[in-house]
């Protein structure tokens, strides 16, 4: 037999996620840390990677990761579910909340792989489109979630990629107003400063998702998890995958929980620079940013598209997302160290100022 027969339907025509990873001198594209993790917390996670018994299975559960992660948040155990990253979470909600006959509710334009994920699951994706602004059009999602037909929702707080956290009012009225499963997206809540760990008590529908992806730097090592009640925690374990998180990874998490304390300083490095890179774009001419609560810019400027070449070219990658729905003529940079900045802000400007001296002479030519 030289064929083979055609894979599940629902995957016609789904591109893979593709976040455009390319070689680079200064890499402010994929929203990490750009400080990696300091050389005593290093130390201390060689230490306890040294114990780990490689030839076990590690803890199924991860559980002296939860209890560190539960007592921070004044939870217990049960409250607490880790994940290979928040991507397995994500998918791990699609599994127990989708599939065929259900919905998920979606606020585009947000991150791509909830609805592919919705798409994977056979589940139906509803869109309630944010505004011009990319705020959430708060009256129209509440409008249609009193259809009750909706089985989950996710609401990023800060929204990628467009920056600004969803109003903490408007989640309590969302939680409120219905029995639908409302994920809260959180995974760089550490830039906000805003979190809805508060409503958790009192609404069993919440299930809070955070990572070590951003703040702690760990994108390398792929470690996430949520918070919710012990029956939405219980609904997640039927679907994770046995295992899903290695031994290496969990005294990694808990290394750098532990010492959580030691990336405040670079935390509130990068909310500084946030506002510093904010002035300096609207500064520029025909560049138009877009608040952002967390460790990224996103702007919107003509030739956006030849912009991202321009930078690249120069050793600067950012995100583009310049023919992406609902995100036309954007850009998305992540706020890198104050060096990292400058060059993403001279790369600009020095592309606005050659597009102009370009249009000067095309003037002059044809007068």
């Known amino acids: 037999m030289n064929k083979v027969r055609q894979p599940a339907p629902q995957l016609e025509g789904l591109v893979p996620y ?18 990696d993790v300091d050389a005593e917390v290093r130390a201390d996670i060689a230490r306890r990677i040294a114990a780990v018994p490689l030839n076990r299975y590690p803890d199924p559960l991860a559980n002296r990761l939860r209890d560190l992660i539960a007592e921070a948040n004044g939870l217990a155990r049960e409250n607490v579910l880790i994940g290979n990253g928040g991507d397995e979470l994500l998918f791990d909600l699609a599994l127990a909340w989708g599939g065929p006959g259900r919905k998920f509710l979606n606020l585009p334009p947000t991150f791509s792989v909830y609805a592919a994920n919705a798409r994977l699951t056979n589940t139906a994706c509803v869109d309630v489109p944010r505004r011009d602004d990319f705020s959430i059009d708060e009256e129209a999602v509440l409008r249609r979630l009193a259809a009750g037909d909706i089985d989950f929702v996710i609401v990023t707080s800060p929204n990628n990629p467009t920056g600004e956290r969803a109003p903490l009012p408007f989640i309590e009225q969302l939680l409120e107003a219905t029995d639908t499963l409302v994920m809260v997206d959180e995974a760089y809540f550490e830039f906000s400063r805003e979190t809805v760990r508060p409503l958790l008590d009192a609404h069993e529908n919440l299930v809070i998702l955070r990572t070590f992806s951003k703040a702690f730097s760990l994108a390398g090592v792929r470690l ?13 374990a039927k679907v994770r995958q046995p295992y899903s998180v290695d031994a290496v990874s969990q005294v990694v998490g808990e290394a750098v929980f532990q010492n959580r304390a030691r990336f405040e300083p670079g935390i509130r490095e990068i909310i500084e620079e946030r506002g510093r890179v904010q002035e300096a774009l609207r500064a520029i001419p025909g560049v138009r940013p877009y608040p952002s609560d967390a460790n990224w810019i996103l702007f919107r400027m003509e030739g956006a598209d030849a912009a991202w070449e321009y930078l690249y070219e120069r050793g600067v990658l950012v995100r583009d997302f310049s023919h992406a729905p609902g995100l036309e003529g954007c850009l998305r940079a992540t706020i890198g160290t104050p060096e990292q900045n400058d060059r993403l802000l001279a790369g600009l400007r020095a592309f606005v100022a050659a597009r102009a001296e370009e249009r000067a002479r095309a003037a002059r030519a044809s007068a």
């Open 18 to 35: 593709d976040p455009k990873y390319l070689p680079a001198e200064a890499y402010l594209s994929a929203n990490e840390n750009p400080r």
């Open 224 to 236: 996430g998890y949520i918070l919710a009640s012990p029956w939405v925690i219980d609904q997640f």
